[in-house]
């Protein structure tokens, strides 16, 4: 029997796959669960339309990201961090610091999307990657420098 998948599973396939699997199997569990359909006419239509629909919004998001990518790209971040004895920072520079510049910069962009293995822990200037989408990242170039001490006093 032919079936659509609605949800993905494991060992049929994806959602909106068509498959063919035994009428038993199709009949008494993946239809009642809910987990497929029966591949009428009807149904291939339907999900042929949510197929272009979702293509689509997926093009649509990506060109987004991508244009996205691009803003981010060309914003010089310059982070001033205090500094001790032999050129060592206080502290580290991390994702949060990085959204923090990002967010006053007027983008939103969560922790969990900065691709940060470690903290920054030394003065120089790092490439730093943002996953924006899927297969869409952007690189934001981090200038990681000393603080002024005018600005430090200003600022407390």
């Known amino acids: 029997m032919e079936i659509i998948l609605k949800t993905d599973h494991e060992g049929l396939g994806n959602a909106m796959d068509v498959i063919n699997v035994k009428d038993g199997y199709a009949r008494n569990f993946l239809i009642p669960k809910g987990i497929a359909v029966a591949a ?17 919004r997926e093009t649509q998001k990506s060109a987004e990201a991508q244009g996205l990518a691009q803003k ?22 991390g994702q949060h610091e990085i959204t923090d510049f990002l967010s006053k910069e007027g983008f939103d962009i969560k922790k969990s999307q900065i691709e940060l293995e470690e903290p920054i822990k030394q003065l120089g200037v790092y ?30």
């Open 127 to 156: 490439n730093i990657g943002i996953k924006l989408y899927k297969d869409v990242a952007a690189e934001l170039k981090v200038w990681v420098v000393k603080e002024e001490a005018d600005q430090a006093k200003s600022e407390a």
């Open 40 to 56: 009428t006419d009807g149904n291939r239509n339907a999900v042929a339309e949510a197929k272009r629909i979702a293509e689509k």
């Open 72 to 93: 981010i790209s060309r914003v010089p971040c310059t982070i001033p961090v205090k500094i001790g004895e032999n050129e060592k920072i206080f502290g580290s520079v």
